[in-house]
């Protein structure tokens, strides 16, 4: 399968922001050693190269269909991103100490694209229920504040007369509540991915004029469609998928303390490792 | 540059709802319109020759503007270059409407600009930020002053 790498260097190095970057030591995919590597979050997708200073790209990893697990390794503070799929590798790393191992399990955890969607989701009803509770509040035009001016950024890119304004009733593929996956008390952190579809009921509404005056992106002659809003229990389900996170993410690093502090060794699973 | 190909194969195969046969043509000289199975999963578009199970190739679709090209197709343009730019040929415009919209709201940076927007406008009517409640609020994607890569050192949003 070919991939356009020209769309995907250019990403890591274009102005777009940064989710996380710092030093991390990758084990190597050939070699078993640890090396240390630049690594950038942006999205979903994991940029590593040799150093900060370094324009070439080692390597990118999507980050979609795996979990993040702490792992027990030659290395301190070591986790791994692991996929479910017999067949794909697993992928490990080692941060500098617990709170960049914690920071980075985090957010890998929450890069994927179903958990930004779904937390989308879950905005976007509180932002018609405020509206509904507040109706003498007239939305002012909103505009998106100009960040990257510059010109060759994403502000530019989005410059399109056919971009349509917020999210129709039609979610994006893929996307949708998930339902968080069955959280058990394995050390496992599981990254919300493919997320079902919700039972999603639509029901296209006409909101006041007024109200459409609000618009995220400042494009003065957006094609106003209408407005559907649909039922969805979004909140309840990001809600639920949040805490869950959370309670994971203490479960694993208190169960890591105490191992450490036993002297336990925790087994990893075995897992095919195509290296 | 490495990347993990056959996750991204596995990918390609999780269900999607904009998956269809479109004419396409790529975006070299002398590339022409052929129908493939184009797939659209999270932010990436896969496409495959008609019958066959692994995609033919993926594009990352951020960074990326999309256009009308005329009442059935449309096309995205990649890296603000012209030349970078690959065209889709419908069956209906409705087609070529949904496709369009799904492609564009597939992004990262769409994402986040309505994550921004959606934010403020809560805590205007409100009083509250909503990110509060999940413990998100200081996560550097979600700022508004949030547009520019960072330089030098880690970042410790979260």
Request: charged residues 30%.
């Amino acid at each position: 399968m070919k991939l356009d790498e020209k769309l995907v260097t250019y990403f890591e190095s274009c102005n777009s922001p940064v989710d996380k970057q710092g030093y991390l030591y990758k084990k190597g995919e050939i070699k078993t050693s640890y090396q240390k590597r630049w690594c950038v979050l942006k999205g979903n997708l994991l940029f590593y190269k040799e150093s900060a200073s370094d324009r070439d790209l080692t390597g990118v990893i999507v980050l979609e269909g795996c979990t993040v697990q702490l792992c027990e390794s030659e290395e301190q503070f070591a986790f791994s991103l692991v996929w479910s799929e017999p067949g794909l590798r697993t992928y490990k790393f080692a941060a500098d100490d617990q709170a960049s191992q914690e920071s980075w399990i985090k957010a890998l955890l929450s890069a994927n694209h179903g958990y930004l969607s779904l937390l989308l989701m879950d905005l976007e009803k509180k932002y018609r229920d405020a509206l509904a509770a507040f109706p003498r509040e007239t939305a002012k035009p909103f505009t998106m504040p100009n960040f990257g001016a510059t010109g060759t950024d994403f502000s530019a890119a989005y410059r399109s007369r056919q971009l349509s304004t917020l999210p129709s009733n039609k979610a994006p593929a893929a996307a949708g509540a998930a339902a968080a996956s069955a959280l058990s008390n394995s050390a496992t952190l599981h990254a919300l991915s493919y997320p079902t579809r919700p039972t999603v009921k639509s029901s296209p509404k006409q909101l006041p004029r007024r109200n459409i005056n609000a618009v995220p992106l400042n494009i003065p002659d957006m094609p106003m469609g209408e407005w559907s809003s649909f039922c969805v229990n979004a909140e309840d389900d990001f809600s639920k998928l949040h805490e869950d996170f959370g309670k994971e993410v203490k479960e694993l690093i208190a169960r890591w303390s105490r191992q450490k502090r036993d002297g336990r060794v925790v087994q990893e699973e075995d897992l095919i490792d195509f290296g | 540059m490495r990347f993990n190909e056959k996750e991204l194969v596995f990918l390609s195969r999780q269900p999607s709802e904009m998956a269809a046969e479109l004419g396409m043509k790529g975006h070299k000289k002398g590339d022409v319109i052929k129908r493939r199975l184009v797939k659209l999963v999270v932010n990436f578009l896969f496409y495959f020759r008609t019958d066959e199970e692994e995609p033919m190739g993926a594009l990352l679709l951020e960074q990326c503007r999309v256009d009308r090209e005329d009442r059935q197709s449309f096309s995205i343009t990649f890296l603000d270059e012209a030349e970078r730019k690959y065209l889709f040929e419908c069956d209906s415009e409705e087609q070529c409407r949904e496709w369009m919209d799904s492609i564009i709201k597939a992004s990262y940076e769409f994402m986040r600009k309505n994550l921004i927007f959606y934010r403020t406008e809560i805590h205007r009517l409100t009083g509250k930020d909503p990110l509060e409640q999940y413990g998100i609020s200081d996560e550097t994607r979600f700022q508004v002053s949030n547009g520019l890569q960072m330089t030098s050192g880690e970042t410790s949003s979260l």
